[in-house]
């Protein structure tokens, strides 16, 4: 692993947590992304060398409606960067940490991301990323 890449943070209002978090950063978000196959929107702000993503479902079948009609907003994951994605998921999947895709799949960011289960990590949803190439 690289680096933490972010901190996702799930939140009911994408644009009101937009200004939450510019007056607490001191700084606007630099980007808002639409994944429409994870059914989420997602806004980022750039924190020295990491950054922050907010999370708003565009869905009820978003898995962050789930997490906060269960646990309510907050920290949702963490993040890290990895260069080889794959070589990454065969190295956790053999020392028992379980995957939740078999596949990298293409996330905000222009990233491919992979999500451990958090009942593998403590509790913590981990989101491994690996910039695409273009």
């Given at each position: 692993m690289k680096k933490i890449e972010h901190i996702g943070i799930a939140v009911k209002n994408?644009?009101?947590?937009?200004?939450?978090?510019a007056a607490l950063l001191g700084k606007e978000h630099y980007k808002i992304e639409e994944v429409a196959s994870e059914f989420v929107k997602t806004s980022f702000f750039k924190v020295?060398?990491?950054?922050?993503?907010?999370?708003?479902?565009?869905?009820?079948k978003s898995s962050i409606a789930k997490y906060i009609e269960k646990k309510?907003?907050?920290?949702?994951?963490?993040?890290?960067?990895?260069?080889?994605?794959r070589k990454e998921m065969k190295r956790l999947e053999k020392l028992g940490f379980r995957l939740l895709n078999e596949e990298p799949k293409k996330g905000a960011d222009n990233k491919l991301v992979c999500?451990?289960?958090?009942?593998?990590?403590?509790?913590?949803?981990?989101?491994l990323c690996q910039e695409i190439e273009e």
């Amino acid at each position: 692993m690289k680096k933490i890449e972010h901190i996702g943070i799930a939140v009911k209002n994408l644009e009101e947590s937009n200004e939450l978090f510019a007056a607490l950063l001191g700084k606007e978000h630099y980007k808002i992304e639409e994944v429409a196959s994870e059914f989420v929107k997602t806004s980022f702000f750039k924190v020295g060398p990491n950054k922050i993503e907010l999370l708003e479902a565009t869905s009820e079948k978003s898995s962050i409606a789930k997490y906060i009609e269960k646990k309510g907003e907050g920290v949702h994951h963490i993040a890290f960067a990895v260069s080889d994605i794959r070589k990454e998921m065969k190295r956790l999947e053999k020392l028992g940490f379980r995957l939740l895709n078999e596949e990298p799949k293409k996330g905000a960011d222009n990233k491919l991301v992979c999500f451990i289960h958090p009942k593998s990590a403590n509790g913590v949803l981990v989101e491994l990323c690996q910039e695409i190439e273009e």
